[in-house]
């Protein structure tokens, strides 16, 4: 069903969440949400799916070399950390009184600050 106001899609990870990565060759490792990338679906985690780069010498770095840096990992491969258990868990959401939707952990009904 298409969403009728905000065309953009409702996911269970927001930027500043601990997650952790269940599937592919970080299977098993923990790290922060730094951005997330709507369109493909796609989250940077801190310290976790490094890539290397090589680059030519520019003005602005005359040496070049090999740069690091976290490449993406697909957002379904991600489950939010709980804070109150330090557990993996699944979102749900719900609305709060003011009417606006808010998430929470459906294990152990921990309120999530969004």
């Keep these: 069903m298409e969403r009728k106001k905000n065309k953009q899609p409702k996911l269970h990870v927001k930027s500043g969440d601990m997650v952790l990565v269940i599937a592919g060759d970080e299977k098993g490792n923990t790290g922060k949400v730094l951005e997330i990338d709507m369109e493909k679906r796609r989250a940077i985690v801190e310290g976790l799916n490094m890539a290397k780069r090589h680059r030519k010498p520019t003005a602005q770095s005359p040496e070049g070399g090999i740069v690091q840096f ?8 991600l ?19 003011k009417g606006k939707l808010e998430r929470y952990f459906k294990k152990t009904k921990y309120e999530k600050v969004s």
């Design 70 to 77: 976290e490449a993406p990992i697909h957002i379904s491969n």
């Design 79 to 97: 489950m939010v950390i709980d804070p109150a258990t330090g557990l993996p868990a699944r979102i749900g959401r719900k609305l709060n009184a």
